[in-house]
């Protein structure tokens, strides 16, 4: 059995990780790349400004939750099937 605690944090830096590359990627794009983008952040994480300090720190903490409940489940899925003797 895996562990919950250890499962969802490795989870949530992940995703924040991925999170920031991204932010960090679309700071560097130009053109009709750049416009995408930008377009994609903003259906991703309502309310997101690009630009914005809160709007970041924002896009964080909800992605932190999204993964938080993500990684649970599939701990709990992964866990709950086991066959136990």
Known sequence: ??????????????????????????????????????????????GFVWGSVSSIVWGAVLWGIFAGFFAWFINWMHNSSLIRK
């Open 1 to 46: 059995m895996r562990s919950y605690k250890s499962y969802i944090l490795k989870f949530i830096l992940g995703t924040e990780i991925f999170y920031f590359l991204c932010l960090v990627y679309g700071k560097f794009l130009s053109g009709s790349a750049a416009e995408l983008h930008r377009e994609l952040f903003a259906v991703a994480v309502p």
